[in-house]
């Protein structure tokens, strides 16, 4: 069964830090894209920060370039991909998603992901 499981949310004070992980699993996941959408209440769902089959390539939302930081580890079946969160503002709090895409360059244009995990929710208090 393929599926993309979050975790490692909660609730931590502006300025402090947090780290998310998602745990793919059921195929392959070495040639596809990864990456980490948010999505707060009365807003749209918005990319934070996607990576590349090989890690080589790391895109960031402007909003958090310099504070949030993408990696991945791939394996045989699975993958894991964290996301390291820094310097967080209530701006940052939100339900994060997990989201894996065929077209491996980590692009982060939504509709290049294809499979989602259920989300993770983020509280930052001011």
């Known amino acids: 069964q393929v599926q993309l499981v979050e975790s490692g949310g909660g609730l931590v004070q502006a300025g402090g830090s947090l780290r998310l992980s998602c745990a793919a699993s059921g195929r392959t996941w070495s040639t596809y894209s990864m990456g980490w959408f948010r999505k707060a209440p009365g807003k749209e769902r918005e990319f934070v920060a996607g990576?590349?089959?090989?890690?080589?390539?790391?895109?960031?939302a402007d909003s958090v370039k310099g504070r949030f930081t993408i990696s991945r580890n791939n394996a045989k079946n699975t993958v894991t991909v964290g996301l390291q969160m820094d310097s967080l503002k209530p701006g940052d709090a939100a339900v994060y998603y997990c989201?894996?895409?065929?077209w491996g360059m980590g692009t982060p244009a939504p509709s290049a992901y294809t499979i989602w995990g259920q989300g993770t929710q983020v509280t930052v208090s001011s």
């Open positions: 990576i590349s089959w090989n890690s080589i390539n790391r895109y960031y």
């Open positions: 989201a894996a895409g065929p």
